[in-house]
């Protein structure tokens, strides 16, 4: 019967799936360092040197790098022309509005929340294995739920009957 079946956690298939695929590159690696070639058919790399102790011909790199000639005259012509005196508005104060004024008090009184940095380590490190599975947090949500509503009808309720029982 698949309703007693456990279902399986993502994050363990997950982490198989990993293992197993940092287990083949280990071995690749180890297939690389013995000198024997990854794959079935490719040739080996040959030495660059040439047979008989001939040297190859290389050419040379220039010894400074080759720039064009620039037009100087035209250069200088096409410069804008100086910007006038004072303050630019791109470089002045910001100009404060409210949303900015909120935000800053915000700051200012520790309102902003803070970052989770535990979360971010275990995110960098990838061992998420303290979390519970979404599905029991959904039932977790589902009894809170269904305890407030009774205590909010049991509470309705001895309102109703407190007004009622006075008249």
């Known amino acids: 019967m698949a309703l007693f079946r456990k279902k399986s956690d993502p994050l363990s298939e997950r982490a198989r799936a990993l293992e197993a695929e940092i287990a083949s590159l280990q071995e690749q690696i180890k297939q690389a360092e013995s000198g024997q070639p990854l794959w079935p058919g490719t040739p080996k790399l040959r030495s660059t040197t040439l047979p008989g102790g001939q040297k190859a011909e290389t050419v040379a790199a220039p010894a400074a790098p080759v720039f064009e ?16 005196a004072g303050p630019h508005p791109e470089l002045g104060p910001r100009p404060r509005d409210l949303s900015a004024t909120v935000q800053n008090l915000k700051r200012r ?10 979360l971010v380590k275990l995110l960098d490190s990838g061992q998420i294995q303290g979390l519970r599975p979404l599905r029991y947090e959904r039932r977790v949500a589902r009894n809170r739920f269904f305890l407030l509503s ?10 109703f009957k407190a007004i009622m029982g006075s008249r």
């Open 150 to 159: 009774a205590l909010l009808l049991a509470v309705l309720y001895g309102l």
């Open 109 to 118: 009184w520790g309102l902003t929340p803070a970052s989770n940095s535990k």
């Open 69 to 84: 000639d620039v037009d100087q005259k035209r250069l200088k012509a096409s410069t804008p022309a100086p910007a006038p």
